[in-house]
């Protein structure tokens, strides 16, 4: 009994390992003080918003807690 296995797996026979393109040499980009200082103050107006966020967000939280602990403190003095 033989088995024939229809499907090949690999490279094709006489194929070779390619090698990549050479591209063009990636260069640093330039940027002038002006240029730099506005991507700075992107940046950190970005950074800005985040923190608001993060703090509205605490905030809400600090607000469901407390309404909470007084929905407990309610439940217990009706006991």
């Not at 990549?20 to 330039?30: E, H, L, M, S």
């Not at 107006?45 to 600090?62: G, Y």
Request: zero cysteines; hydrophobic letters at 30%; charged letters at 30%.
């Amino acid at each position: 009994m033989t088995t024939s296995n229809s499907k090949k797996r690999g490279r094709p026979l006489g194929s070779k390992n390619k090698k990549p393109r050479a591209g063009k040499t990636k260069t640093f980009k330039q940027f002038d003080p002006a240029q730099r200082a506005l991507a700075k103050i992107v940046e950190l107006e970005r950074i800005r918003q985040n923190l608001h966020n993060l703090i509205d967000s605490l905030e809400h939280q600090a607000v469901q807690y407390r309404a909470v602990i007084s929905y407990l403190e309610n439940k217990l003095e009706n006991k």
